[in-house]
């Protein structure tokens, strides 16, 4: 697989609802994205007496995957935590080539919504990985989310500035 990116359903997550998102990465970074194979989390990683994954954790296993990719992006149907936080909706190195997006808490009935969610934690992270931080934009995909309506309100797509920033750190992938 010679795709620059690489989107890696983990633990049953539905490898379909990863297309979309990876069309969505083709149009925002430019990057052509593809759905690898599907991986187990290490059951290292999760947490018992909290019931989530520590996202740090999912992150290590992500690093040596696909390493012909530039970015790995690990999307996870499972509940991800880092200490001190309740939950994250996703972790990235920063930069870095790993990066891992939990659609646990982005679930909702509403199928368009769910895969909007999706998309905008996936750029999120992605940005992330591109060494971009965290934007006061409130619409801007870097906007941190404490909530799924604080992820609503943003947009998939980066402010000015962000883009800027990553159009630097895209010439130097
Ligand atoms: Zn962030
Ligand atoms: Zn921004």
């Known amino acids: 697989m010679n795709a620059p990116v690489v989107l890696v359903p983990l633990d049953g997550m539905d490898a379909r609802l990863l297309h979309p998102v990876a069309?969505?990465?083709?149009?925002?970074?430019?990057?052509?994205?593809?759905?690898?194979?599907?991986?187990?989390i290490p059951v290292e990683a999760f947490d018992p007496t909290r019931g989530q994954y520590r996202a740090a954790a999912v992150l290590s296993f992500l690093k040596p995957c696909c390493p012909e990719a530039k970015r790995v992006v690990g999307v996870t149907a499972a509940d991800l935590f880092e200490p001190g936080l309740n939950f994250v909706f996703g972790l990235a190195e920063r930069p870095g080539r790993a990066a891992v997006v939990s659609a646990h808490r982005l679930l909702t009935r509403d199928g368009r919504r769910f895969l909007a969610?999706?998309?905008?934690?996936?750029?999120?992270?992605?940005?992330?990985?591109?060494?971009?931080?965290?934007?006061?934009?409130?619409?801007?995909?870097m906007r941190f989310s404490n909530s799924v309506v604080e992820v609503d309100e943003k947009g998939r797509f980066?402010?000015?500035?962000?883009?800027?920033?990553?159009?630097?750190?895209?010439?130097?992938?």
């Open 158 to 173: 980066f402010c000015p500035r962000c883009r800027a920033l990553l159009v630097e750190a895209l010439k130097r992938l």
């Open 23 to 40: 069309a969505n990465v083709l149009e925002v970074f430019g990057l052509v994205a593809a759905v690898g194979d599907p991986a187990e």
């Open 117 to 141: 969610r999706l998309m905008k934690e996936a750029n999120h992270e992605l940005g992330h990985t591109f060494g971009l931080g965290h934007c006061p934009e409130p619409t801007c995909a």
